[in-house]
Structure formats: C-alpha cells, structure tokens
C-alpha cells in the first residue's frame, strides 16, 4: 500500500514527463504528414457526412437534425472508446520501459489520456465546423463541457488502468475488450437517438455506465445540459472506479513487472 | 550517503503461462535455476549485499547468470519475492535499453524524453542538453532522428544522458562494450569520477579486463547465487578458475564460452592466463578446423607450458601450414618424420 500511495506521490512529481508523453505522442504524427493527428478528425467528418445522408434518410429525418446528434456523439464516443481500447495496450507496450526504470505505472495511463484530451481538442473542429455550415450561435450550455469532459476523463483514467492491469496479466482480455467496445457502440445511444428506444429498453441505456460518460461530454457539445442523473453516475463512477482501481493496483503492483 | 542493502533477496519467475514457449522467453531473460514442475525460474535466491558509498562493484557470471535480474531488483523494478531490500540515494540505470529513447526523434529531443524519465524537469534538461551534447561527442548527429544511429552512438547518447544527473547510485547493464575505443576511456573515467564522489556503481559485464579496469570490488554470480564477492581481482581469479572447470569437462557450451572470454580479452589486449588459453583454443581447432594459425599456437602454449605436443595435432598444425606455404622443407621434413612415428605406432599397438 505504502508502494501505491509513494507511486501516487511520484507520478504527481512526474507531470512534467506525462503531459511531455502525450504531447510528443501527438507531435510524433504531424511529422512528415500534411495533416497529422488531423487525418483522424478528416476521417471521422468524412464518416459522419456518409453515416449522416444515408442514416437521416433511414431515421426519416433531415440531415440537419440528424448531424446535430451524430457530430458530437462521434467526437465524445471517440474519446471514451479510445481510452479503453489504448487502454488495453498500454502497460504491455512499455515493456521496455518498465523493464529499465523504476516508473510509476499511473505515468503511463495519464500520458495516454492527455494525447486523447489533445485528440479530443482537434476534433472540436468538428463541432465548430456544424456551427458554421448550420449558423448556429454557441450558448452557455456549452461551458459545461469543461466539467463533464474533466469528469469523463477521470473515469478513462481508471477504466484505462484497470483494463491495462488486466490485460498485461490475461492477454486474451484485449481481445474480449475490443469485441466489447464495438457492440457497446451500437448497445450505447451513439448512432441513435436515445428517444428512439423503446420504453420497455430504456432501462438498458439508463443502467448503461457509458451512456452517462457520453452525455456529459456530449450534450454540452451539442449546447445541451446533461440531465442530474448523469452526473450523478459520473461522479459515482469515479469515485467507486478509482477507488477499487486504486485497492487492485495496490495489491498487485509488486507482480507487475513480473507479467511482461 | 548512499547505500545498497540487500537481505536474503530472491526473485522468481513464474512460467506457467503457456508453459512451453513462455518457458524459454523467460528463460533468456532470467536465467538462473529452473524448476520445471512447479514452473517456476529461481533467478536470485537468498542474496544478501551491501554496497556503500565509493564502491564500484562488478557483477561477473555467464549468461543467465541472474546479473540483469540483480541490477533489476537493485533498482526497483522487480519487488523481491522473499528478503528486503534499502536503498538510499537517486539511481540512474544504464540499461540494454534507454526509457524514453524514441527512434523517430532527434538526438536532441531524446535527451528532453530520457531526461524526464530520469525526472528531471523540462527546465532542468534544457540547462543541461548543451553539456550531455557535449559528452556525447555526436555533433551534428544530435539533429538527425536516433533510428539512423549505430549501436554505439545510441551507447553514447544513453551514457551521456544517464550520467548527467549525477545519480548516487549508477547501474550499468553490459552498455559499455559498444562504444569505440576512445569513448570507452571517457565514459570510463566518467564513471570513475562518478564513484569517487561518494556514489556508488555496479555494472554487469562477463568481460573481466572491463571490470578489473573500473571496479573495486566483484561479486561473481552463478545461477542466482553469490559465489564470490571480495576485491575485483579476486573474483575475477575465481570466475576464470570456474570457467577453466567447466571447459575442462568437455561440454561444448561451456568451451564456447571460454572461447569467447579468451577472445574478448584478447580484442582488448589483456594477457589471457595461458592454461585458459589453451582450452579455449582446444574447442577453437574443433570449430575451424585447419586454421593454422591456431593449431601452431596451440602447439606453441603446450610446449612453453612444458607439456607434450600430441602427435596428431602436430601432424594437422603441420598439414595446415603447408597448404599455405607449400615449400616450407624444414616443415616437410617433420611432418615426414612425425607420419614415420605414426605409422610405427599404429604398429606397435
């Protein structure tokens, strides 16, 4: 225990080296491209514009309407799926590192979440570029996203690390977990309207941890409050998820090394 | 002040997973004692050290030897199974690998990346990137991106930056061998300097010239046991003394590996005892055979040492230089002489 809480201390002594991780991550691929980490923000517009004709057509609305839902569903729904993906791989990937220093493993998970923040922050072009096309002001609800993405991103922390415990010790989790986020994609209001569903489901978005990580990211992108009940769970989950987070860390942290 | 305290330490691994691919990865890496049944690589067991300031400690044994996992353990990275372990003071590792080393980036900014790790802050790396360039000798390929490097400019970076926090405790892993000659006596007395500053060293290595040069004290380790620790040269004697032994038994591994002691010493230009050399060479004329130059040395160590030169091998040195220098007669003339004793022998018997 006394381990964890020194590798808490060191990894807050490590800022400097984390947000440097991120960083160089993201700088890394602007390096001989044109367009850099804005490849990934072309493609998911390029996305949203085919997903928006064909979808607004099968959904009978208009693709106004429906690229007001899509757009910052798919911008927020990147962040959090990233982080659970890259989650999987983040201690198995730093072999060589752990295996040459004495690192803090939290370093690694906060440097992976800060190249997604700054991921996230290129997507917003995105939503900027909807409230050009469609002329639509930006409002107060909107402020809000500073709150629900800090909050959501404290729960990627947790979610990051846990996942990435498990899956330096049993390798066939990656897999499982991949297998998972892609039907929580389509399980999850992310495509779809949650007004949609029918009454008799709508206990399998309510009871959905990641429908509510969605919401308070996305509704403040689309210039929406997020309802109490969501954060009321975020703010659940990341107390509950670090803090179970934090016991299993402590109880393995000593194996880690042992697992590469 | 710095200090190292090791008590009762081992460290296992645990091979179930898979067993049988997995055994050999860990293997290569552990070394040590295998206990195939309960899956599990004894890597250390029970090793209790202490290292105190201004001691500059080789760690000798041959591959697998639990040197890597030592110098592991030492800095925090492997949680010993049994045993305590204190340190006290900051620790820099010199390892196969740099934590943070990026092929894609510069040189430069492979100082900023590795300096962090170190946990430097950005200001601090920046106050020193001019310094560390400096050392490292590597000019203007500091700007090129470090993939385009050889093993021993990557070598040099590393040294440079791992150095240049003046750590109270420095752990070297092998990474000196790969430097040119002239950086090898720089980071050499760097190191030195490091020691004699009330720090403390240990550095693996198999090549005792490396460690008798820099070192003070050895501990010679043989699958995860202390076999010796006192003065370097000591253990230095007892670690060619159990290489002799282990040649002696014939083994074709364990005469691979005296080759390359003997070899290794003699690229650096030390004087190899010469009844190591003798079995070293031994296994050499099995592995090339009919290199003359060998064989006459072979025979020339048997009779300074004063022992007979086996007919046979003086008839096969004999054979091998005349395929060179046909028109030695002086040659010609033994090697009749020696096919005539052979040939009466086979008689005889």
Known sequence: MDAVFDDCKRTLHLTQLWLHLGWADVARRYRRTVLGPLWHTLSLGVFILCMGLIWASVLKTDFHSYANHLTPSLVAWSFISAAILEGTAVFLNAQQTILTINLPYPVLVLGLIWKLAITFAHHLLLIVALMIVYQTPPNAAMLLLVPGFLLTSINCVWMAMLVGIICLKARDIQMLVSIGIQVAQFVTPVFWPVALIAPSLAWAVEYNPLYHLLQIVREPLAGRMPDSENWIWCGGMAIVGSLATFLIYAGVRRRMAYWY | ?349
């Open chain 2, 1 to 349: 002040m710095a200090f190292i305290k090791l008590n009762d330490v081992s460290v296992e691994f645990s091979v179930r997973v898979g067993v049988g691919r997995a055994l050999r990865g860990f293997v290569r890496r552990a070394g040590g004692e295998i206990d195939r049944k309960a899956g599990i690589v004894h890597a250390l067991n029970d090793i209790s050290i202490e290292i105190n300031k201004g001691e500059r400690v080789g760690l000798i044994g041959h591959n697998g030897a639990g040197k890597s996992t030592l110098l592991r353990t030492m800095s925090g990275i492997y949680a010993p199974k049994k045993g305590t372990i204190e340190i006290n003071g900051n620790i820099s590792a010199l390892f196969h690998a740099s934590a943070g080393m990026e092929p894609d980036d510069t040189g430069y900014q492979n100082i900023v990346n590795c300096g962090l790790f170190l946990g430097m802050t950005k200001k601090e790396v920046l106050a020193k990137v001019d310094e560390i360039a400096k050392f490292s000798g590597l000019g203007e390929y500091l700007d090129m991106p470090v993939r385009v490097y050889s093993a021993g400019m990557g070598m040099r970076l590393s040294f440079s930056i791992a150095t240049s926090i003046n750590p109270q405790i420095l752990l070297v892993d092998e990474a000196l061998g790969t430097g040119d000659a002239q950086f090898a006596d720089k980071a050499q007395k760097r190191i030195v300097d490091l020691a004699e500053r009330s720090s403390i060293l240990v550095m693996a290595s198999h090549s005792p010239g490396l460690l008798s040069a820099i070192c003070n004290r050895g501990i010679f380790l043989e699958q995860g046991r202390i076999m010796a620790d006192g003065p370097i040269t000591e253990v230095i004697a007892a670690y060619h003394q159990s290489v002799a032994e282990s040649a002696a038994s014939d083994d074709e591994e364990s005469g691979m590996r005296m080759l390359q002691l003997v070899r290794e010493s003699v690229q650096r230009g030390e004087t190899v005892p010469i009844h190591i050399e003798e079995l070293a060479l031994w296994h050499a004329i099995k592995l090339s055979v009919g290199d003359p130059a060998m064989l006459q040395r072979l025979c020339k160590l048997l009779s300074e040492q004063g022992k007979d030169v086996p007919v046979d091998l003086e008839i096969e040195t004999l054979e091998a230089v005349l395929k060179i220098r046909p028109n030695e007669k002086a040659s010609i003339e033994r090697l009749e002489e020696l096919r005539k004793i052979k040939r009466e022998m086979l008689v005889i018997s």
